[in-house]
């Protein structure tokens, strides 16, 4: 079975910081990755797809890369709404759609 | 924007069976697949299923054959249905938009069932 692993699990960090958080894939799975923000008591919001697709309605301090079955989520320049959990999700049928299992986001 | 909300009994026994609507307003439930995730508490996300407007469907096999998933497109509700639930079925149940190849663009706010005797 498809298993995407993100690290890390949490991350500290300040406002103004660069960010980067990591999703590897145990099979490759094309560009059928996407990256959600979840913060407590609200519903996730899909912000990137397609790897690198910014949603609308995302701020452009969000971007996503790859390389092979490892994918990034870079935010460039922390902003105080921006401390959430984050899950990649590979969101094709077959295999299963699978999520990361998140990366927690803090404020320093 | 597609609005989406999810209703459920809030509260169920051990071996019985969860049933949950998600309406749809805002938007046409034709032409989309929609689908059910859910999040333990102080766990991850996860995928149960989707439905296509026209009522076929594919679950995560980790539930086995205990989801049933069904859309009404006159009433604008998708339902699931979990059979023989235990403790480790409480969770924040969510319906969404997407799946069938698609990401998830649109979200219900989630209702929480407690599995609990």
């Not at chain 2, 924007?1 to 209703?7: A, G, I, K, N």
Request: proline share 7%.
């Amino acid at each position: 079975a498809l298993q995407l692993t993100q690290f890390p699990s949490s991350l500290s960090a300040s406002v103004g910081d660069r960010v980067t958080i990591t999703c590897r894939a145990s099979q490759g799975i094309r560009d059928s990755l996407a990256w959600y923000q979840h913060k407590p008591g609200k519903s996730p919001i899909l912000l990137i797809y397609g790897v690198s697709n910014l949603e609308p309605g995302t701020p452009s301090r969000f971007s996503g890369s790859a390389s092979e079955t490892e994918f990034s989520l870079t935010i460039s320049s922390l902003q105080p709404e921006d401390f959430a959990t984050y899950y990649c999700q590979y969101f094709n049928s077959y295999p299963p759609i699978t999520f990361g299992q998140g990366t927690r986001l803090d404020i320093k | 924007q597609t609005h989406l909300q999810e209703s459920g009994p809030g509260l169920i026994k051990p071996s019985e069976t969860l049933s949950l609507t998600c309406t749809v307003s805002g938007g046409s439930i034709t032409s989309y697949y929609w689908s059910w995730i859910r999040q333990p508490p102080g766990k991850g996300l996860e995928f149960i299923g989707y439905v296509y407007f026209s009522g076929s469907t594919y679950h995560n096999p980790s539930l086995r054959s205990r989801v049933t998933m069904s859309v009404d497109t006159s009433k604008m509700q998708i339902s699931l249905r979990l059979s023989s639930v235990t403790a480790a079925d409480t969770a924040v149940y969510y319906c969404a938009r997407g799946g069938g190849g698609l990401p998830m663009r649109d979200w219900g706010p989630g209702s929480l069932v407690t599995v609990s005797a």
